[in-house]
C-alpha cells in the first residue's frame, strides 16, 4: 500500500518540497513521519520506542504517542461524521480518495464554525500572521533528474 502513496512517490520522484533542518547537530534533509509497529523497517518512520529506559527517551515516547493518538482520533471523528470515510478505501482511486478526505476536512470545518456559539467573537482570519516570524516556504516542483536519483532517492527513504 505504501508504494501507492503520493507521499513517498514524490519523496522518490524529488517532487517533494525540499526541507533542511538540524538536530543536535546532525543535519537532515529527508521528512521523518510518526508511525507505530505495523510499517516497515524505513529509514523515514519514526516508530515507538519500545520498552524507554532514559528519561528523555521516555519523554520522546510519550509524545510521540500523544500525537499519534490526536491524528487517529481526527479520523474517529470524521469516522463518525461521515459514513464515506468508514468504508473500505481500496475500492476507490487515488485521486477520488484524496479528494473525499479533503472534502470531509473542509466539511467538518465548516460543521464546526457554524455550530460555534453565536456570541462568541471569532476572528476567522485565517492569513493572519500572529506576529510570527515565519518565512513563507518555497516549493519546489523540478522534475526529476533521472532514474538513477529516482533509485537512489527511494532507497535512501528505505534504508
Known sequence: MLERSHIFNDLAEGCAPVVHYSINGHDYTMRFYLADGIYPKWAIFVKTIIAPQRH???LFAVAQEVYRKDVECAFGV???RFAIVR???RFF???TLQKIMK???ILHNMLVEDERDDNEVVDLDYEQIDG???PLMQLLHEQSDGFMS???RYGRIRD
Do not use: S, W
Open 103 to 105: 472534502t470531509c476536512v
Open 56 to 58: 528523555k527517551q521516555k
Open 93 to 95: 482511486h487515488l485521486e
Open 132 to 134: 510570527v516570524d515565519n
Open 87 to 89: 468504508g473500505l478505501a
Open 78 to 80: 470524521l469516522q463518525a
Open 150 to 152: 529516482y533509485i537512489v
